[in-house]
């Protein structure tokens, strides 16, 4: 029998990205929005484990700059919160989940990792997976869920699957991680096959993540507890010892533990999956009109064709021009062509410069 209400939801929500500049900002980073309807994709993470017969309350974890808007936006899904860890200062995943792991009521708590602005449409294979990978969990092992890759894609890191473990559903052991790779590379591993997508949402026992970080990176482990130990606590929201957790060495979950612990498992799953990183990952995700513009917000386009368009507030005409990107934000206008967003971070910093 699936013993699914052990699993304790980790929301990852301290992320300022500004890759969708101009209407993220570190103020409201794209966690926050609404990109795609109603919901911001932080709500629609909330919901993804609203199911009390599979998900306790979630545990997030996130900036204390932003407060009051993860409370709201809590609120106006009917989400509540197991508690909120405002992290000190930005070290990077691997602390950020340390501190769940700490907070845990139970070190076999079994812990779903997932950052609070990724898009999953199929939400059933992802559930499917989730339940498959609970006995791998359960057993000790890391478990990340490696997306069935679409194309070779140079943004996203890899997993090359190893055997599969026995007794599990489909899940195999992580032969190895490859970080971002060069176009050539991209395209021999998906010839070769058996490698995925790293999506960065993982499955574990709080204890055994807190093991693998004692054996591997010691100091952040010793920095996180002492941050834990001498916590401040208001209600729901759990405040670390700035000065303890700042200590911390600052380096994501993928550096400082998967590529190094010995028991990690990779799920393949197919849920649709984006981590909507850029326009041009948006455009991509999103379903066009008959001249296949995307449209969000007010637009108007004659002769026009494959370009996205996103203004609440503007009014935009578009005559005669294809593949572009087109984005307003109150007082700014960005404009650029399709297949060039991920240089979207290089304005924002020049601008704010």
Same mark, same amino acid.
């Given at each position: 029998?699936? #013993?699914?209400?052990?699993?304790t $939801?980790v929301?990852?929500?301290?992320g300022?990205?500004?890759?969708?500049w101009? =209407?993220?900002?570190?103020?409201?980073?794209?966690?926050?929005?609404?990109?795609f309807?109603? =919901?911001? !994709?932080?709500?629609?993470?909330l919901?993804?484990?609203?199911?009390?017969? *599979?998900?306790? #309350?979630?545990v997030?974890?996130g900036?204390?700059?932003?407060?009051?808007?993860?409370?709201?936006?809590? #609120?106006?899904?009917?989400?509540?919160?197991?508690?909120?860890?405002?992290?000190?200062?930005?070290?990077?995943?691997a602390?950020?989940?340390?501190?769940?792991?700490?907070? &845990?009521?139970?070190?076999?708590?079994?812990? =779903?990792?997932?950052?609070?602005?990724?898009?999953?449409?199929?939400?059933?294979?992802?559930?499917?997976?989730?339940? /498959? %990978?609970? $006995?791998?969990?359960?057993?000790?092992? =890391?478990?990340?869920?490696g997306?069935?890759p679409t194309?070779?894609?140079?943004?996203?890191g890899?997993?090359?699957q190893?055997?599969?473990?026995?007794?599990?559903?489909?899940?195999?052991?992580?032969?190895?991680?490859?970080?971002?790779?060069? #176009?050539?590379?991209?395209?021999?591993?998906?010839?070769?096959?058996?490698?995925?997508?790293?999506?960065?949402?993982?499955?574990?026992?709080?204890?055994?993540?807190?093991?693998?970080?004692?054996k591997?990176?010691?100091? !952040?482990l010793?920095?996180?507890?002492a941050?834990?130990?001498?916590?401040?606590?208001? @209600?729901?929201?759990?405040?670390?010892?700035p000065? @303890?957790?700042? %200590? &911390?060495p600052?380096?994501?979950?993928?550096?400082?533990?998967?590529?190094?612990?010995?028991?990690?498992?990779?799920?393949?799953?197919?849920?649709?999956?984006?981590?909507?990183?850029?326009?041009?990952?948006?455009?991509?995700?999103?379903?066009?009109?008959?001249?296949?513009?995307?449209?969000?917000?007010?637009?108007?386009?004659?002769? /026009?064709?494959?370009?996205?368009?996103?203004?609440?507030?503007?009014? *935009? /005409?578009?005559?005669?021009?294809?593949?572009?990107?087109?984005?307003?934000?109150?007082?700014?206008?960005?404009i650029? $062509?399709?297949?060039?967003?991920?240089?979207?971070?290089?304005?924002?910093?020049?601008?704010?410069?």
């Amino acid at each position: 029998m699936v #013993q699914s209400t052990q699993i304790t $939801p980790v929301i990852l929500s301290g992320g300022s990205g500004t890759r969708l500049w101009p =209407l993220s900002t570190p103020e409201k980073p794209k966690q926050f929005l609404n990109l795609f309807g109603p =919901l911001s !994709m932080f709500q629609l993470t909330l919901q993804r484990c609203a199911d009390e017969t *599979i998900y306790r #309350q979630p545990v997030i974890v996130g900036s204390d700059m932003h407060i009051k808007i993860m409370q709201e936006q809590m #609120q106006e899904v009917g989400s509540t919160p197991g508690a909120i860890i405002l992290e000190p200062c930005a070290r990077n995943t691997a602390p950020a989940i340390a501190l769940a792991a700490l907070a &845990a009521e139970d070190p076999g708590d079994l812990l =779903l990792v997932m950052p609070s602005d990724h898009m999953i449409k199929n939400m059933p294979a992802f559930q499917k997976a989730v339940q /498959a %990978s609970i $006995p791998v969990a359960q057993a000790r092992w =890391l478990v990340t869920f490696g997306i069935e890759p679409t194309g070779p894609a140079t943004g996203y890191g890899y997993i090359k699957q190893g055997v599969v473990i026995d007794g599990s559903a489909g899940s195999m052991s992580a032969e190895r991680f490859v970080e971002k790779p060069e #176009q050539e590379f991209a395209e021999k591993m998906l010839a070769d096959g058996g490698y995925h997508w790293n999506a960065g949402i993982f499955l574990f026992r709080a204890d055994a993540y807190l093991a693998a970080m004692e054996k591997h990176s010691p100091e !952040m482990l010793a920095a996180c507890s002492a941050a834990m130990g001498d916590r401040r606590m208001e @209600a729901e929201l759990c405040y670390p010892e700035p000065a @303890a957790f700042a %200590s &911390a060495p600052s380096d994501s979950i993928d550096y400082a533990i998967m590529e190094r612990a010995e028991k990690v498992a990779v799920t393949p799953v197919s849920p649709d999956w984006s981590d909507v990183g850029s326009w041009d990952s948006l455009f991509e995700i999103s379903d066009g009109n008959e001249q296949s513009n995307v449209i969000f917000g007010k637009a108007t386009t004659i002769g /026009a064709n494959n370009n996205l368009i996103h203004s609440q507030e503007l009014e *935009i /005409a578009v005559l005669g021009v294809e593949n572009l990107i087109i984005v307003t934000h109150e007082n700014k206008v960005m404009i650029l $062509p399709r297949g060039q967003s991920q240089d979207v971070k290089k304005m924002a910093q020049k601008l704010s410069e």
